[in-house]
Each structure stands twice: as structure tokens, then as C-alpha cells.
């Protein structure tokens, strides 16, 4: 399984862009780069998921380099309401088993 | 649609009781797994089901039984409680169109659990 890196915190202020870079140098050929979002005492939340090059949804950003060796959630314009755990998977999302290793995750503070 | 329900929301054991978590998927969803959450840690994958019937472990399965008869329930078994299970459990549920970007787990509320 590909082991992921996270910074274990981050601050930020209401407006501003944020950016959570994983790591994960032992990326394996089929598998996917997830990101997840918890709040205090919920279940984690999917944010966005993709496998190479740039993924956009509505709330979020992905931007994965050529070698895949890293990934950046980029969240725009961040409210307080995003103060949340963020956490990065990496795993092939055809072997189910595989694909949901949790680390500790980024714990996102934003300051009014 | 409820999405993933789980009872009951807490739960107080002494060690060496049994007893079942449940939970429940109302999206039709083939996958369904089982985590414990650790205060500060990331979640930790305890057994999955693809289907109906198919059950495997995660990462931590000792201490807990699965079952999968039907496509909607998924009850997680304590069979002797420890003070190391104390936890919050979650059960999250999927299914893979086998598109990129499509993958996503749904959650439940879930279980604290505190075993004495």
C-alpha cells in the first residue's frame, strides 16, 4: 500500500487559498489519489478524487504532477466553516480493501 | 434516501460483554466497510464487504466478527469487549462505476463506544 505524507496542521485566515500537498512516493500504477474532509464527531466526507493531471469540482481542486509521486488539494477561498481534518488516500479503487488507508490526516484551522 | 444509518450512537460495555453494531445503507450500494477512529488518529479499516455475502478483513480485524446477508445491513460483532476497543466505529458504504472520480465512500454518524 502507498504510504502518504501530510503536514500534520495548517492555519489559514477566511478568504484565503489553501493548499495541502500528500506525499506519496510508492504510488502504484492503478491507484487513485482520494481526499476526504472530517468534522468533529461526523464521518469523513468525500472532497475529490483523481489520478493524474488537474481534477475541479465545485468545492475543490486537485492538481497531481506528472510523476505522481505528489498531490495538492487546493481549496479556494476558505470560510470558517472548513476548519476540518483533511485527509489523503492513495489506493487502487478496484480492489475495495486497498483503497481506504487512513493517515492522521491535516488538520485545517481557519482564523477569522 | 437515509444514506448510512448507524445505531445506537453510544454505547457504554464492560469488558467481556458482546454486543452488535449495526448499520444500514438505503443507496443500494455493493461495498460496505467498518472503521475505528482513535482520538487523533485516522480511521483504521476493520473488515469490508463487496456483496452480499462476501465478507474480508482490513487492517484490524481481531476482536470482530462481520456478517453481509443482505445488500443493506452490515452489523459489526464485539465478541468479548476490551478496553482497547473503546473507539468511535464507522460504517461507510460505496459502489465503483469504475469511473475516475467516482468513487466516493459515504459515512454513517457513527458508534462511540467506551468498554470499562
Known amino acids: 500500500l502507498a504510504k502518504t505524507t501530510q503536514p500534520i496542521s495548517m492555519d489559514s485566515y477566511e478568504g484565503q487559498e489553501v493548499n495541502i500537498t500528500c506525499s506519496h512516493n510508492?504510488?502504484?500504477?492503478?491507484?487513485?489519489i482520494t481526499w476526504y474532509q472530517q468534522f468533529p464527531s461526523q464521518g469523513p466526507r468525500f472532497i475529490i478524487q483523481g489520478y493524474k493531471t488537474k481534477v475541479t469540482n465545485e468545492v475543490a481542486s486537485l492538481f497531481i504532477p506528472a510523476d505522481r509521486k505528489s498531490s495538492t488539494l487546493s481549496l479556494p477561498r476558505v470560510s470558517l466553516s472548513d476548519t476540518a481534518v483533511y485527509y489523503c488516500?492513495?489506493?487502487?479503487?478496484?480492489?475495495?480493501?486497498?483503497?481506504?488507508?487512513f493517515g492522521p490526516g491535516t488538520r485545517l484551522s481557519v482564523l477569522p | 434516501n437515509a444514506g448510512v444509518t448507524q445505531t445506537p450512537k453510544f454505547q457504554v460495555l464492560k469488558t467481556g460483554q458482546s454486543m452488535t453494531l449495526q448499520c444500514a445503507q438505503d443507496?443500494?450500494?455493493?461495498?460496505m466497510s467498518w472503521y475505528r477512529q482513535d482520538p487523533g488518529m485516522g480511521l483504521r479499516l476493520i473488515h469490508y464487504?463487496?456483496?452480499?455475502?462476501?465478507?474480508d478483513q482490513g487492517e484490524v480485524p481481531n476482536g470482530y466478527n462481520v456478517s453481509r446477508s443482505t445488500t443493506e445491513d452490515f452489523p459489526l460483532r464485539l465478541l468479548s469487549a476490551a478496553p482497547s476497543q473503546t473507539s468511535v466505529y464507522f460504517c461507510?458504504?460505496?459502489?465503483?462505476?469504475?469511473?475516475?472520480?467516482?468513487?466516493?465512500?459515504?459515512f454513517g454518524p457513527g458508534t462511540r463506544l467506551t468498554v470499562l
Open positions: 488516500l492513495v489506493g487502487d479503487i478496484r480492489n475495495y480493501g486497498q483503497n481506504f488507508v
Open positions: 443507496m443500494n450500494h455493493e461495498y
Open positions: 461507510a458504504s460505496s459502489y465503483s462505476s469504475g469511473r475516475d472520480g467516482d468513487n466516493e465512500q459515504f
Open positions: 510508492n504510488i502504484a500504477t492503478n491507484d487513485y
Open positions: 464487504s463487496v456483496g452480499a455475502g462476501i465478507t
